[in-house]
Antibody, heavy 118, light 106 residues
Framework: QVQLQESGPGLLKPSVTLSLTCTVSGASIRSYYWSWIRQPPGKGLEWIGYINYSGSTNYNPSLKSRVTMSIDTSNNQFSLRLNSVTAADTAVYYC????????????WGQGTLVTVSS | SYELTQSLSVSVALGQTARITCGGNNIENKNVHWYQQKPGQAPMLVIYGDSNRPSGIPERFSGSNSGNTATLTISRAQAGDEADYYCQVWDSSSYVFGTGTKVTVL
């Protein structure tokens, strides 16, 4: 059974860097594509970016200047860093897995709420 | 950038059929996936590749894709189908989600 679990701070002040980690169990992170997706309260889903097993990344153009993703194969984890956060970055952040870019997001984490507030 | 447009809301009587549409330019040339999201939960895949059901998804859920519109159909709607539904495609090196449709079962 593939499981994904997000972890990281739930409250941030404006201008700092958001850092989240997704821990994968039941599957090797050395395969597939691994994405971050977010959902502001009461709004729709927004894809942030993916990293694949070889460390190649692809980011949403609207967030590209502020996003960095990394992968830790020894701990079966991947991570998200989002710089210079504002209140507009307040959202539930999900990690998810897809087999390839044309395939769906088969597995999702439960999501973690990140609030940006002074 | 590519845009996917969905109706804000759809209401369906218990036991009847709900149709949720996802509009996009020549969407028929893309693989469309559909997700169901209930309050406080992560999205769950209900249809992939236009019309395929993952294991465990009831046959009441079906999908089609033609022209500029993809459609998710829920037959014999149940109270448990009440949720938000999102379509999703891959386009020009980005994943794109639809705006989401809230389905209410009356």
């Amino acid at each position: 059974q593939v499981q994904l679990q997000e972890s990281g701070p739930g409250l941030l002040k404006p201008s700092v860097t958001l850092s989240l980690t997704c821990t994968v169990s039941g599957a090797s992170i050395r395969s597939y594509y691994w994405s971050w997706i977010r959902q502001p309260p009461g709004k729709g889903l927004e894809w942030i970016g993916y990293i694949n097993y070889s460390g190649s990344t692809n980011y949403n153009p609207s967030l590209k200047s502020r996003v960095t993703m990394s992968i830790d194969t020894s701990n079966n984890q991947f991570s998200l860093r989002l710089n210079s956060v504002t209140a507009a970055d307040t959202a539930v952040y999900y990690c998810a897995r897809e087999r390839s870019t044309i395939d769906p997001f088969e597995y999702w984490g439960q999501g973690t709420l990140v609030t940006v507030s002074s | 950038s590519y845009e996917l447009t969905q109706s804000l809301s759809v209401s369906v009587a218990l036991g009847q059929t709900a149709r949720i549409t996802c509009g996009g330019n020549n969407i028929e040339n893309k693989n469309v996936h559909w997700y169901q999201q209930k309050p406080g939960q992560a999205p769950m895949l209900v249809i992939y590749g236009d019309s395929n059901r993952p294991s465990g998804i009831p046959e009441r859920f079906s999908g089609s894709n033609s022209g500029n519109t993809a459609t998710l159909t829920i037959s014999r709607a149940q109270a448990g189908d009440e949720a938000d539904y999102y379509c999703q495609v891959w386009d020009s090196s980005s994943y794109v989600f639809g705006t989401g449709t809230k389905v209410t079962v009356l």
